[in-house]
């Protein structure tokens, strides 16, 4: 699995060792519910939104998973490209938390995790 990020206003890249599994993403029903006066209900269907979630990249040390949180930083727009598998990759833009932790399992490699929000680009 090879994942490369890449800022959409060209200030860096960064590439993590793995996209932490299981990954996990949610699409937020944007569908609203009406009650009636006489009882029942009119529903209005929308398009759900794109996903979003949390990246979880591992780093092999602690500078370079400080790094991908200074980039995260950045008012931009990010593009992961994910070759394994592909349907990980995607636009997104930082929304939620960034945050870097010691791996609990190892005790040596770095996890930044990024609250994201896919866009449509």
Do not use: C, K
């Amino acid at each position: 699995m090879t994942s490369t990020i890449s800022a959409g206003n060209g200030t860096g890249t960064t590439t993590p060792l793995t996209v932490l599994s299981p990954y996990s993403a949610s699409w937020a029903s944007r569908n609203v519910i009406h009650a009636l006066i006489g009882g029942g209900i009119a529903v209005s269907l929308v398009t759900p939104d794109p996903r979003s979630g949390v990246l979880e990249l591992l780093y092999g040390t602690a500078a370079e998973a400080y790094q991908a949180i200074a980039l995260h930083r950045e008012e931009t727009a990010f593009t992961l490209i994910e070759d394994d598998p592909s349907h990980v990759s995607m636009t997104y833009v930082v929304d939620g938390e960034l945050s870097v932790r010691l791996d609990p399992e190892t005790l040596i490699l770095w996890i930044a995790s990024i609250g994201f929000q896919e866009v449509i680009p």
